[in-house]
């Protein structure tokens, strides 16, 4: 097992280096010390790297070099609270805003040249605290958390690009208006980019597709990249008019463009990833490493030196080979705040590029027994608390106890059935019912916590909050009702099954109650899904007849062929008939049947 410096040892060493030959021999140091070994499996991801750097370490040495460290993090999802993070590990409270500013300060002490980046998802799926108010307390935490730059991600679309672009500017939400009105929300202080999102009219980008630094004379690129996926995952509404192009593509045809401003370093933001063999809490493994990262990385010019990713929500710290058979840096920094990833490029001022097995990169968990809270970030919670409050604390309902996703942790595996999302399912069937829907679907994504009978404040035990509703269910999407034949629903069951490629290789569906199936699926080692088999399909303890028309409920999202659900989105429009707000469905469920109890998770008989 590689063994990493721990962050107090780090801290210590870093306080002591310099530009130039100094930091040239940490780097090298640090570099040998941490290069992970080959698999006994037989992978290569980390092979060879030890080999490459005996190679050619004489001839960096005597090279002048400047060293860039960059500090990055991803999937922060507006989570300004140390609570409700997630565990890394053995460690039980990590994350939240004030403790992450907390260890970004701690990694930049001593630094000459220091950067903050970020790949996506920093706002949107957001709890209530910043979602509540379209995630400006988020991006003012983001401010003062010293960000310089970011990558756009999925979520960063869920309002729409024009609310993406009110993010970035500033001004005043168009509906609900000024929080502040003496002090009117800002902007962000740092740059978004997302080169591979084009308006179809114009061929331009709504933001900038890179960002170039100069550091000691050296100029260094961040280019911006948004999953291609992205239109499969958020509203369709907010993105019209707009294509999401390939990202392997669209970051090869800039390396010439910057090449010709005089840039040789350059580093990758990429809201796509993959994961790992090992528990989250191994944040520095890269064992198995699959999914979606593998073949953009194996794509991507070698030009490119490092890729910052994310969207997986999964710590690793991989060297990867690139095209041209040189390791290349590939890391992600879990979610939430709970870590920080510390790279540190060695820029070489010979030929202005990175010496890239001279560079190296760790993963640290934010631990929030190590550090204090930090007192700007403490304000800035203080500042949103009494609109919170004051939205947030009114009772909706009771549950007799938690009500989780799929997976341990919960949350961890959207491919299982879950109490959260047949829930969800059941109080959308029952405020469409109306409508005379029969049957509801749910995306799995769509829930972004779990509702726990433990009270979170002063609202008692089994009492579930407006607050902890909006973080439950954030999107505030519109129910709709619509006629789907037996087989078209046979269809959207086979599609839980992802294409090839898919960060998530399989979506189960939150159903309602009176719904069931057996399920049967199979996924590879590549982290695809390749069968699945939906058999004994029945409504009410009736067969589903393929050729009958059922009249079934989904949100906006789905019914529009959201997560590649495509045969949603091929029911006609002109058919629907909208069923309200998915949070006002759920609010209204929970204080029609309190006290409810988690419903079960035998609907779907799930052999694999």
């Known amino acids: 097992m590689t063994v990493f410096p721990s962050s107090a040892e780090r801290r210590r060493v870093v306080r002591r280096a310099t530009a130039g030959v100094g930091a040239l021999a940490l780097g090298l140091t640090l570099a040998a010390a941490t290069a992970p070994a080959a698999s006994a499996h037989g992978d290569d991801h980390n092979g060879g790297y030890s080999q490459y750097l005996k190679k050619h370490m004489r001839s960096w040495w005597h090279a002048r070099t400047v060293d860039l460290q960059l500090l990055a993090f991803n999937d922060y999802h507006g989570h300004l609270e140390a609570s409700g993070n997630g565990a890394v590990g053995d460690i039980a409270d990590a994350g939240g805003a004030e403790y992450l500013a907390s260890e970004l300060a701690a990694l930049r002490e001593g630094q000459r040249n220091t950067l903050t980046v970020a790949a996506g998802d920093l706002i949107g799926g957001s709890p209530a605290l910043s979602g509540l108010f379209h995630d400006e307390p988020s991006v003012e935490s983001l401010n003062a958390l010293g960000l310089d730059v970011s990558s756009v991600g999925n979520h960063e679309f869920d309002e729409g690009v024009t609310e993406l672009l009110r993010m970035q500017d500033g001004g005043c939400h168009p509906v609900d208006g000024c929080y502040f009105p003496d002090a009117p929300y800002a902007g962000a202080d740092f740059q978004w980019l997302s080169a591979n999102v084009v308006e179809e009219s114009t061929g331009k980008t709504p933001l900038p597709p890179y960002w170039i630094k100069k550091v000691n004379g050296i100029k260094v690129a961040f280019i911006g990249m948004t999953l291609e996926a992205t239109d499969t995952l958020v509203a369709a509404a907010g993105i019209q008019g707009y294509d999401f192009k390939d990202e392997v593509a669209t970051a090869n045809a800039l390396v010439p463009k910057l090449k010709r401003q005089g840039v040789n370093a350059i580093v990758v933001l990429l809201h796509e990833g993959g994961s790992q063999t090992p528990a989250p809490g191994e944040v520095n493994a890269c064992e198995g490493i699959s999914g979606p990262i593998v073949d953009i990385n194996a794509g991507l010019s070698p030009a490119i030196d490092a890729v910052i990713t994310g969207h997986t929500h999964l710590p690793y710290n991989c060297t990867l080979t690139d095209p041209a058979g040189k390791p290349r ?202 069968s699945v088999a939906v058999t004994d399909v029945q409504l009410n303890g009736v067969p589903l007849d393929p050729g009958a028309t059922y009249l079934v409920t989904a949100n906006n999202f789905l019914a529009d062929g959201g997560d590649n659900f495509t045969t949603f989105g091929t029911v006609d429009p002109g058919s629907r008939l909208d069923g309200g707000n998915d949070l006002l469905a759920l609010s209204n469920y929970l204080g029609t049947y309190s006290p409810v109890a988690p419903p079960s998770t035998d609907r779907v008989n799930e052999l694999f």
């Open 329 to 530: 840096m590939v890391t992600s920094a879990y979610s939430y705040g709970r870590v920080v990833t510390e790279m540190h490029l060695v820029l070489s001022q010979r030929t202005k590029d990175v010496v890239r097995p001279a560079s190296w990169a760790v993963n640290h968990v934010v631990d929030q027994g190590q550090l204090s809270p930090d007192p700007a970030q403490t304000a800035i919670i203080d500042k949103w608390t009494p609109l919170y409050e004051a939205a947030g604390d009114t009772p909706v309902g009771t549950i007799t106890a938690d009500i989780t996703r799929a997976g341990d942790p919960p949350g961890s595996d959207r491919g299982l059935e879950s109490a959260a999302g047949n829930l969800v399912a059941d109080a959308q069937l029952w405020a469409t019912s109306q409508n005379g829907a029969q049957i509801a679907f749910m995306n799995p994504g769509g829930v972004r916590s779990d509702l726990t009978y433990a009270a979170s404040g002063s609202e008692g035990d089994g009492v579930v909050t407006y607050g902890e509703a909006f973080t439950f269910q954030p999107f505030g999407n519109t129910l709709l009702t619509f006629p789907m034949t037996g087989q078209q629903i046979l269809d959207v069951l086979d599609e839980q099954c992802q294409p090839a490629g898919s960060s998530r290789p399989f979506l189960h569906l939150g159903v309602s109650e009176g719904f069931t199936y057996t399920l049967d699926r199979t996924i590879d080692a590549a982290g695809d899904c390749t």
